[in-house]
Protein backbone atom coordinates (compact mmCIF):
# COMPACT_ATOMS: atom_id res chain seq x y z
CA UNK A 1 0.00 0.00 0.00
CA UNK A 2 2.75 2.01 0.79
CA UNK A 3 4.43 1.62 -2.46
CA UNK A 4 1.10 2.62 -4.11
CA UNK A 5 1.20 5.80 -2.13
CA UNK A 6 4.78 6.79 -3.10
CA UNK A 7 4.36 6.04 -6.93
CA UNK A 8 1.06 8.33 -6.61
CA UNK A 9 2.76 11.13 -4.64
CA UNK A 10 6.11 10.87 -7.34
CA UNK A 11 3.61 11.09 -10.19
CA UNK A 12 2.08 13.68 -8.51
CA UNK A 13 5.15 15.93 -7.76
CA UNK A 14 6.12 15.22 -11.92
CA UNK A 15 3.06 16.51 -13.21
CA UNK A 16 2.22 19.40 -10.57
CA UNK A 17 3.35 21.93 -13.07
CA UNK A 18 0.72 20.65 -15.97
CA UNK A 19 -2.26 20.29 -13.56
CA UNK A 20 -1.18 24.02 -12.34
CA UNK A 21 -1.00 25.44 -16.03
CA UNK A 22 -4.32 23.83 -17.01
CA UNK A 23 -5.91 25.28 -13.23
CA UNK A 24 -5.93 28.97 -15.09
CA UNK A 25 -9.35 29.44 -17.54
CA UNK A 26 -7.13 31.57 -19.72
CA UNK A 27 -5.10 28.94 -20.29
CA UNK A 28 -6.67 26.26 -20.89
CA UNK A 29 -8.80 28.30 -23.45
CA UNK A 30 -5.49 28.19 -25.29
CA UNK A 31 -5.21 24.85 -25.09
CA UNK A 32 -8.25 23.92 -26.23
CA UNK A 33 -8.17 26.74 -29.52
CA UNK A 34 -4.24 25.00 -30.29
CA UNK A 35 -5.80 21.18 -29.58
CA UNK A 36 -6.69 20.52 -33.05
CA UNK A 37 -3.55 20.37 -33.92
CA UNK A 38 -2.67 23.77 -36.09
CA UNK A 39 0.39 26.27 -35.00
CA UNK A 40 -1.32 29.91 -34.79
CA UNK A 41 0.47 33.09 -34.14
CA UNK A 42 0.15 35.16 -31.12
CA UNK A 43 -2.22 37.44 -33.25
CA UNK A 44 -4.23 34.50 -34.65
CA UNK A 45 -4.49 33.66 -30.85
CA UNK A 46 -5.70 36.88 -29.31
CA UNK A 47 -8.32 37.29 -32.16
CA UNK A 48 -12.21 37.06 -30.81
CA UNK A 49 -10.76 37.25 -27.54
CA UNK A 50 -10.57 39.66 -24.69
CA UNK A 51 -6.98 39.17 -24.02
CA UNK A 52 -4.39 41.41 -25.35
CA UNK A 53 -1.02 40.73 -27.37
CA UNK A 54 0.75 41.52 -24.51
CA UNK A 55 -1.24 38.70 -22.05
CA UNK A 56 -1.17 35.69 -24.57
CA UNK A 57 2.55 35.16 -24.18
CA UNK A 58 3.10 35.44 -20.86
CA UNK A 59 0.24 32.63 -20.44
CA UNK A 60 2.02 30.55 -23.19
CA UNK A 61 5.49 30.73 -21.48
CA UNK A 62 3.71 28.88 -18.38
CA UNK A 63 2.34 26.24 -21.08
CA UNK A 64 5.74 26.02 -22.81
CA UNK A 65 7.42 25.58 -19.36
CA UNK A 66 4.81 22.02 -18.71
CA UNK A 67 5.36 20.71 -21.85
CA UNK A 68 1.93 21.32 -23.52
CA UNK A 69 3.03 24.17 -26.37
CA UNK A 70 5.96 24.37 -28.46
CA UNK A 71 7.60 27.26 -30.31
CA UNK A 72 8.06 27.39 -33.83
CA UNK A 73 9.32 29.93 -35.73
CA UNK A 74 8.36 30.78 -39.57
CA UNK A 75 10.49 33.65 -40.66
CA UNK A 76 9.97 36.48 -37.95
CA UNK A 77 6.89 34.95 -36.63
CA UNK A 78 6.41 32.83 -33.66
CA UNK A 79 4.11 30.06 -34.06
CA UNK A 80 2.71 28.01 -31.07
CA UNK A 81 1.57 24.19 -31.33
CA UNK A 82 0.23 22.35 -28.58
CA UNK A 83 1.95 19.11 -27.76
CA UNK A 84 -0.67 16.41 -26.16
CA UNK A 85 1.81 14.11 -24.08
CA UNK A 86 1.66 16.05 -20.96
CA UNK A 87 -2.39 15.89 -20.82
CA UNK A 88 -1.94 12.25 -22.00
CA UNK A 89 0.55 11.83 -18.83
CA UNK A 90 -1.68 13.40 -16.69
CA UNK A 91 -4.89 11.18 -18.01
CA UNK A 92 -2.89 7.99 -17.24
CA UNK A 93 -2.03 9.28 -13.87
CA UNK A 94 -5.59 10.42 -12.78
CA UNK A 95 -6.62 6.92 -14.09
CA UNK A 96 -3.77 5.56 -11.58
CA UNK A 97 -5.40 7.27 -9.00
CA UNK A 98 -8.94 6.48 -9.60
CA UNK A 99 -8.13 2.71 -9.54
CA UNK A 100 -6.42 3.33 -6.45
CA UNK A 101 -9.79 4.58 -5.06
CA UNK A 102 -11.86 2.04 -6.84
CA UNK A 103 -9.68 -0.56 -4.74
CA UNK A 104 -9.61 0.79 -1.22
CA UNK A 105 -13.50 1.16 -1.64
CA UNK A 106 -13.87 -1.92 -2.30
CA UNK A 107 -12.17 -3.09 0.64
CA UNK A 108 -14.19 -0.60 2.85
CA UNK A 109 -17.75 -2.46 1.07
CA UNK A 110 -15.96 -5.70 2.17
CA UNK A 111 -15.10 -4.23 5.41
CA UNK A 112 -18.25 -2.89 6.26
CA UNK A 113 -20.34 -5.89 4.86
CA UNK A 114 -18.31 -8.52 6.56
CA UNK A 115 -19.30 -6.24 10.11
CA UNK A 116 -22.78 -6.63 9.57
Known amino acids: MRANRKRAADGWRGRAPAFA ?3 DATRLALVARLSNGEARSIAELTAGSKLTRQAIPKHLRVLERAGMVRCERAGRESRFAFDPRPVE ?5 LEMVSAEWDAALGRLREFVEGNK
Not at 89 to 93: A, D, K, L, T
Open 89 to 93: EMRSY
Open 21 to 23: ALG
